[in-house]
């Protein structure tokens, strides 16, 4: 089993469409490192300013913390589209190059050939939110050190001491790869139908972008639907920045992503072992 993923990731890395995600962020996240360098005060300043009459602020407000959060926020709506480059091309890529018929002359079954390239992409989609933990908060410390984390949601105002924060990111970046294995899950399963791997980035990105914009819909149908939807779930790591933690709706946004990953799998598992790869 191990020779088979090594093989499955050595054909993922050889492709050069693998690291796009990796160059984007390691783009992406530096501009965004200097840009608080130049004007993070006033990104504080901007962000306080309806409660700073009522409070003074001291210590170092802008730290790796503060961007870190800032950063996974603002991308983590964005890297389902770098996982589903990838995700999208594990069984269409196969069909594209036409290798299916080789990969069935050896001695593996169908399912541990959805196994392997499943694992495969699971690592893959760990490395990327690695990748991106490493630059917001390993290379933010030696930019900005660290401090307290200032979160303003609405109206409410928390701030976490610098030594009740690094265990929260942890758990907020290993939740946030469960969200993404999701996303690379429904990848998975459209790769197994078509024999391009454009379908399967078109049709990820499509029903992501459709579900998110019924959640916003203030109606009430579709407020009670809402729960059910494996996109509303993804951005759940920001529970761990709640005080104190919500552990029963942590495991309840846990249970809907690892339920969704579950049924794609077993759709894509269903689909491909009837799926007539030898015409």
Partial sequence: MLDLISIELYKIF???????????????????????????????????????????????????????????????????????????????GEATSGTYRLLITRPISRTKLIIVKFIAGWIYTNLLVLWLAFLSLVVGYFIFGTGELLIIDGQMIVIFERTDVLWRFLLAYGFATLGMTAVASLAFLFSSLVENSIGPIISTMAIIIVFVILSAIQVEFFQNIKPYFFTTHIMSWRLFFEDPLDLKEIFKSAANLLAHIVVFFGLTLFIFKKKDILS
């Fill in 14 to 92: 050889k492709k050069w469409r693998t690291y796009i995600g990796f160059i984007a962020l390691g783009v992406l996240v530096p501009l965004i490192h200097i840009a608080m360098v130049l004007e993070g005060k006033n990104t504080i300043n901007f962000m306080t300013r309806n409660i700073q009459e009522s409070f003074v602020f001291v210590g170092n407000l802008l730290n790796t913390y503060l961007i870190s959060y800032i950063i996974l926020t603002s991308l983590a709506i964005h890297i389902p589209f770098l996982i589903t480059l990838v995700a999208g091309d594990l069984l269409a």
